[in-house]
């Protein structure tokens, strides 16, 4: 057995151990973009453009793209089958049946609709159509597939896991790379959390008990930025090397979050929310990688730009494109793409949001027993 895929077994093995005592999801629904999309944006055909669906996507555990923007499995995956269920099908996938879960996730997906960003003369940055909204939409086109009255859903539902998100960081990313200022994408920052807290409270009105609502990424510290955006000296965190400004941006909208679950809490007490966290593991991989197994080093990607400039991304040579190439052994990387995260890196995260400490509270606390 490969040393990667040894990791991999005895990381699940870890996360599965704690779920014997814990109860058992009927079902999980999973919404988000391309942190979480297990192929929507595949299942009509491979676009032209879309490097995330080739080879090496895929090769860690599948060993092959499925659509997944990662070398394997990510974190919802390992959340589905540490609750001892099927992988989530693609909701848009043809003949498959989702009462045991859907991911509704598309990769490019934003929280806000497109209209919100034409309005600001950014509707050209924006290329796909699956808003959180638009997911919604596709739930309840799902939902006669699963259940066949409003109180056979209600109670159906109330025996599944809903998880919203991330949502953000695409909304974030159309000022940003239209080269608009940093305090744009903060004015969005109130409009993206309010989008994300009527989408959950859309699903609780429907018999949505236990829900799961992540922040976003610690963005200053990915490669993609890091080569797009340059800073003076003081721009940079003195331990970390992430982009300050952009880490704030993600820390502001994180805390807005946050306390907007809060409020959501307090109108629905009956309902089980979980705050989870992206943020913190990343900055510890950043700080701390021997403990989780990754080399020391700048937050270069493992799949890039063969090796070209000093985080191994390129535009031009983005991993899956002519020309990129993948590091031998993604388990030693928490960083796959320079903009997504490795299989390894998203099983960390998994473990933190069912037994903590990346998660308010953990999934499994969070649950009836």
Avoid at 234 to 260: E, I
Avoid at 319 to 343: M, Q
């Amino acid at each position: 057995m490969k040393p990667s895929i040894l990791v991999s077994f005895l990381l699940l093995s870890s996360i599965l151990s704690h779920t014997f005592a814990a109860e058992k999801y009927a079902a999980i629904y999973n919404f988000g973009d391309s942190l979480v999309d297990a192929g929507n944006l595949c299942v009509n055909g491979i676009p032209a453009y879309l490097a995330t669906a080739r080879w090496p996507y895929g090769m860690t555990f599948f060993g092959y793209p499925t659509g997944r923007c990662s070398d394997g499995r990510l974190v919802i995956d390992y959340i589905a089958q540490a609750f001892g269920l099927p992988l989530l099908p693609p909701s848009k996938a043809k003949n498959a049946t989702f009462e045991r879960g859907a991911n509704f996730a598309i990769t490019g997906a934003t929280a806000l609709d497109i209209g919100f960003f034409e309005a600001r003369g950014l509707g050209k940055t924006i290329w796909n159509s699956g808003s959180l909204h638009t997911q919604l939409q596709w739930f309840e086109e799902m939902k006669p597939s699963v259940c066949s009255s409003p109180q056979e859903c209600k109670e159906f539902f109330g025996k599944c896991l809903f998880i919203v998100g991330e949502f953000g960081g695409n909304d974030y990313n159309s000022p940003l790379f239209a080269g608009r200022d940093m305090m744009e994408a903060h004015t969005m920052i109130p409009h993206v959390i309010e989008s994300i807290s009527s989408a959950v409270e859309k699903l609780i009105e429907q018999g949505a008990v236990d829900l799961v609502v992540p922040g976003v990424l610690p963005i200053g510290c990915f490669p993609v930025y890091l080569t797009l955006f340059r800073a003076k000296e003081d721009g940079y965190g003195p331990q970390s090397g992430c982009l300050r400004k952009f880490n704030t941006l993600s820390w502001v909208h994180n805390s807005m979050l946050q306390r907007a679950i809060h409020r959501l809490r307090d109108k629905y007490p009956a309902a089980r929310i979980v705050y989870a966290d992206y943020y913190t593991p990343v900055v510890q991989f950043m700080l701390q990688p021997e403990k989780y197994g990754f080399h020391k080093q700048l937050p270069k990607a493992c799949c890039g730009a063969g090796g070209q400039g000093i985080y191994n991304f390129n535009l031009t040579y983005k991993c899956g494109d002519p020309g990129s190439a993948a590091c031998e052994d993604p388990a030693k990387h928490w960083s796959w793409d320079g903009i997504h995260l490795t299989e390894a890196a998203y099983g960390f995260i998994a473990k933190g949001w069912l037994n903590g400490p990346f998660a308010d509270p953990p999934i499994m606390r969070s649950q009836r027993r």
